[in-house]
């Protein structure tokens, strides 16, 4: 688990340790000593908290201007036991529509797996992000499979054309509007 880093390539672009507007805004790194774990397992420094025991991310980029943020995930997304959904919702994705970011592109190719509880965080996030979608993009199959049983797929779009593998070879405002294309044709739009 220590070797997987966040993308790092938008760094100077973005980084939400000198955001203002971030809720990681101020953080500092101390990448001489792993000091965070998932289930026993040191991660690089770099990844933030939001409070859980299973899952990390990295805000990898936000545009207030055209409302988009862009969100790097590592871990087991847990809602049945440790309500990964609320911690995310109160640390990361509050502040953020309070910032009017109402698109929010999640990477989940380090997500390792996914516990269900019930959907009510997933709708408020889903009704106040108004105008905007939530995507999540490059999540593992049985992850989409267990999301259907809980009927979150009325709340994120996935799956189909939103697997997007390079999207590392993107610039962050080109990935949003390929997702924005996709999700506007996906809604008829």
């Not at 969100?71 to 910032?99: C, F, K, S, Y």
């Amino acid at each position: 688990m220590h070797t997987l880093e966040p993308f790092h390539r938008w760094e100077p672009l973005y980084q939400a340790s000198e955001d203002p507007q971030s809720p990681f805004y101020g953080k500092s790194y101390n990448f001489e000593q792993y000091s965070q774990t998932i289930y026993n397992y040191y991660i690089d420094p770099a990844w933030d908290s939001i409070g859980s025991e299973s899952l990390y991310l990295k805000v990898l980029y936000a545009d207030y201007e055209r409302s988009f943020c862009i969100i790097e995930l590592l871990g087991e997304w847990n809602d049945a036991v440790h309500n990964d959904v609320m911690q995310l919702t109160r640390e990361l994705i509050e502040p953020l529509l309070a910032e009017n970011i109402q698109h929010f592109i999640l990477l989940g190719e380090n997500v390792l797996n996914f516990h269900g509880s019930d959907d009510s965080y997933y709708e408020e996030w889903f009704e106040n992000v108004e105008e905007g979608w939530i995507a999540a993009l490059n999540f593992r199959d049985f992850i989409w499979e267990e999301w259907k049983k809980y009927r979150l797929d009325y709340y994120l779009h996935y799956g189909g054309d939103l697997e997007i593998e390079n999207w590392r070879t993107l610039h962050p405002l080109a990935l949003f509007q390929k997702v924005d294309h996709i999700i506007r044709h996906r809604l008829g739009g």
